[in-house]
């Protein structure tokens, strides 16, 4: 196989995955939202714009290369930039309306966080020091297996209501 037909294949593997992770967003936004259960508090979305902007660009790369001539190890990087870019773009559009706390978890940021892995809310054992130097728009939440997690709030009052939230479903967080 010559240089230039592995470019092709590699290029035309890159769209076809590209094509793949855009249609299947409906499908991950239902599935998540499946698991999550009903929405007990909604928080403000961030911007959306940035998100389609990166998807945007993703597939730009990928048609950029079918008129570059690029060397192969290029076109395997960015390709592989592309693919990664489509997946955090969508990632962040499959749940943009769709922030807060659910019944059986947290999303935000285009993440879903199961209630079950949450193991503790370190903010709730912080001492009035280190309150005070804490940014109260962020919420730290240590998991089992992922390690500490941050989501980022508009507000203060928005943050303390996920965490009020948090706690009246899942009691045990205050430790």
């Not at 939202?33 to 998807?55: C, D, E, R, T």
């Not at 240590?142 to 928005?158: H, S």
Request: with cysteine.
């Amino acid at each position: 196989m010559t240089q230039k037909t592995l470019k092709t294949v590699i290029i035309l593997c890159a769209a076809f995955i590209y094509i793949i992770i855009l249609l299947t967003t409906p499908l991950r936004r239902t599935y998540i939202l499946k698991k999550a259960g009903k929405q007990l508090l909604a928080v403000h979305n961030k911007q959306l714009l940035l998100p389609l902007l990166i998807m945007i660009f993703s597939g730009a790369l990928i048609v950029m290369l079918v008129f570059r001539n690029m060397s192969l190890s290029a076109t395997v990087i960015i390709c592989t930039v592309a693919i990664l870019g489509a997946a955090m773009g969508t990632e962040e559009t499959a749940l943009f309306n769709k922030c807060g706390v659910y019944e059986n978890g947290l999303i935000g940021g285009g993440h879903f966080l199961p209630l079950k892995e949450i193991y503790a809310l370190p903010v709730l054992s912080y001492t009035e020091e280190e309150q005070q130097r804490q940014n109260e728009r962020v919420l730290r939440v240590t998991t089992d297996k992922r390690g500490t997690i941050t989501f980022v709030y508009d507000t203060p009052e928005e943050c303390k209501a996920v965490i009020d939230t948090l706690l009246s479903i899942a009691p045990d967080l205050k430790r």
